[in-house]
């Protein structure tokens, strides 16, 4: 395959930033208050939006906001940069865009009235819902009481259909241990299997997070892993091809599907991308995982990558390990964007020493 045939996205998401309050283990951008405080340019992120909005539908059925539909402002976290984030509905608005929502993990909310504030100016500026972080994971560096005030006004100002939760299960785990402030994720393990083994199954459910991210260096061990063998038939075209759920982050990466790091170009040129497709010439590493994860791990081991022994959680883990050595110790791809992404891993997987 020369070229990468790249479809016009029917959803997606906008990272203001890859600053973050804290620094969730199961963050699939790698998030944190050490990212570069880079945020989106206003006059880039209207390029962006008008090549977004000729193909973005409305979520299903009209009038409500879903994870996978219309588009979505996030980060990082937006409300650390709230004037940018009342621009950007604003100018969503102006282009018309449907279904738009904000992704917020409520550190902010410091009582009901100061987010109703905030959430009613966005819904004047045209915002119509916004999607609340309430799991185990915010809430090591969020109090579960700004969660529940943020989740309170949210509900009283866009409505149930206009309020997600990411994910219920998690915060009716976190309400039956009576959490009001922070919780260590081991605190959060240990009190459920207390309470009773059985809400820690339903409490903790791997199979409700994306085995990619930070995760996979932070939360592998509650993974079974796999040799990386058992991952190399598995090819990407479809994922890194896909229309919906797409993201652009605030350096304007095109970034296929929930992909962190990987960028089909520059999203100001949607347009061309779309209808010239993404020239795998110049990029092998895209090359590769359009054909198959073995492609992948052939051409990290060309490079000194040594496979992990104790294997791998998901092929998105291979994927993701593969390029950090790609990204880190031989460097000049550029579909391997962007390097401070790159650069939180790495910090991470030299912490405590590898596993593996
Ligand atoms: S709050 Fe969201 S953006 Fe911030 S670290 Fe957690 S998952 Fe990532
Ligand atoms: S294996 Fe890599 S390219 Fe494929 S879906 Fe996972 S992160 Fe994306």
């Known amino acids: 395959m020369e070229v990468l045939r790249v479809r016009a996205p029917v959803s997606a998401g906008v990272l203001l930033s890859y600053k973050c309050t804290g620094e969730c283990r199961h963050c699939m951008y790698a998030c944190s208050p050490l990212a570069p405080g880079d ?43 709230y004037p940018l984030l009342l621009e950007a ?103 459920l299997l207390e309470l009773d083994p059985a809400l820690l199954l339903a409490g903790f459910n791997p199979g409700i997070l994306l085995p990619m991210g930070r995760l996979v260096y932070t939360l592998a061990h509650l993974y079974e892993r796999k040799p990386a063998k058992a991952f190399a038939r598995v090819s990407c075209a479809e994922e890194l091809t896909r229309d919906w759920h797409v993201h652009v982050d605030c350096y304007y990466n095109y970034i296929p599907g929930y992909c962190a790091g990987i960028s089909l170009g520059d999203a100001r040129r949607l347009r061309e991308l779309v209808e010239g497709g993404v020239d ?10 359009a054909e198959s994860l073995g492609s992948l791990l052939e051409l990290a081991r060309e490079h000194g990558y040594r496979e992990l022994e104790r294997g791998y959680v998901s092929p998105c883990h291979l994927c993701l390990d593969a390029r950090l050595h790609l990204a880190i110790e031989v460097g000049g791809f550029k579909e391997l964007q962007p390097g401070s992404f790159y650069e939180a891993l790495a910090r991470l997987r030299e912490l405590p020493p590898r596993a593996g």
């Open 280 to 289: 795998l010439g110049d990029r092998p590493v895209l090359a590769a995982l």
């Open 39 to 81: 945020w989106i340019d206003p006059g880039g992120l209207r390029r962006v939006l008008e090549e977004l909005a000729p193909s973005v539908v409305p979520a299903s059925p009209r009038g409500r906001i879903g994870v996978n539909e219309g588009l979505h402002f996030t980060g990082g976290e937006p409300f650390l940069n």
């Open 89 to 191: 509905v604003r100018l969503a608005e102006e282009l018309g865009f449907p279904s738009v929502f904000v992704e917020t993990n409520c550190f902010w909310c410091t009582s009901v009235e100061v987010a109703r504030e905030r959430f009613s100016e966005l819904r004047a500026a045209g915002l119509e819902g916004v999607l609340v972080s309430a799991n185990p994971f915010v809430v090591e560096h969020v109090p579960l009481d700004r969660v529940e005030k943020g989740l309170a006004a949210a509900l009283e100002v866009f409505g149930e259909r206009g309020t997600l939760v990411y994910h219920p299960v998690y915060l009716r785990a976190l309400r039956a241990l009576g959490v009001r402030g922070t919780l260590k994720f081991e605190d959060y393990e240990r009190r």
